[in-house]
């Protein structure tokens, strides 16, 4: 990746002018080269981040290469019981989240980027997507298993959202995102898609209601913990001292 230098005109050009916004006719030769001498040494090279649509394909690339280690390692035991219209329904609803997601958490880390959708309407628009899909793909069946059932479901997406969660925090965290709460949430969203992939792949009991109370489980819950993160690190660092 290329760094990015200014050339000695700009910066000059940039010293002057702020040395201007400080009353620079005020200031003595000796001082103003001082400043002069101070600013143009703390300037260092950076990187440039890569655009929106190279990151919303570098994230899509690592969520899709997460999934498919975690997918190969715990099975497919659930994939197989689906018939073919409901497979496909299932992969296209997942491939839209992890678009609309990885979309959402590109536009947040890029300063200046243009965010078409709000990151609280991304969530939200997913997750009722997910569950009017799950409700129109999978037979609604009574059964009598439906908590013994379900909670490992839940404790299972949700051990695999923690590490998707830490994954993008470390992807994204050159990144310069306006508000620490919605990115956070951004974070539990996808990390929670990543729990909810999973699990569709994995688990035998593709009946409506459990794919929406415990595997949209876990996408709310990754959602509200990537929230309450956010929280208490932005009032800790409030409340630090500078």
């Known amino acids: 990746m290329a760094e990015l230098h200014l050339p000695d005109t700009q910066i000059d050009e940039k010293i002057?002018?702020?040395?201007?916004?400080?009353?620079?006719?005020?200031?003595?030769p000796?001082?103003?080269?001082?400043?002069?001498g101070a600013l143009g040494a703390s300037l260092q090279?950076?990187?440039?981040?890569?655009?929106?649509?190279?990151l919303m394909v570098q994230f899509g690339s690592v969520f899709l290469l997460f999934a498919a280690v975690l997918i190969a390692t715990m099975g497919i035991a659930g994939?197989?019981?689906?018939q073919a219209w409901q497979a496909l329904g299932i992969v296209a609803i997942?491939?839209?989240?992890?678009s609309l997601l990885s979309l959402a958490l590109a536009w947040q880390v890029c300063p200046g980027s243009l965010q078409k959708i709000p990151p609280v309407l991304s969530w939200a628009s997913y997750g009722i997507g997910f569950l009017t899909g799950a409700a129109l793909l999978f037979p609604w069946r009574q059964s009598a298993g439906f908590f013994s059932q379900g909670w490992p479901c839940l404790l299972i997406g949700s051990a695999?959202?923690?590490?998707g969660g830490v994954l993008f925090w470390l992807l994204t965290r050159r990144g310069v995102p306006l508000s620490t709460v919605t990115f956070g949430g951004t974070l539990g969203a996808i990390a929670g898609l990543m729990?909810?992939?999973?699990?569709?792949f994995r688990c035998i009991h593709q009946d409506a209601a459990h794919v929406i109370v415990w595997h949209g489980g876990v996408l709310l819950a990754s959602v509200v913990a990537?929230?309450?993160?956010?929280?208490?690190?932005?009032?800790?660092?409030?409340?630090?001292?500078q």
């Open 45 to 54: 090279p950076v990187k440039p981040l890569p655009s929106v649509r190279v």
């Open 94 to 98: 997942l491939a839209v989240g992890v």
């Open 16 to 28: 002057d002018r702020l040395l201007e916004l400080v009353a620079a006719s005020e200031l003595s």
């Open 226 to 241: 990537g929230v309450l993160i956010a929280c208490v690190l932005e009032r800790t660092v409030r409340s630090t001292p």
């Open 160 to 163: 695999v959202a923690i590490p």
């Open 79 to 82: 994939f197989r019981t689906l």
């Open 30 to 36: 000796e001082l103003r080269r001082k400043l002069n």
């Open 195 to 200: 729990g909810i992939t999973v699990l569709q």
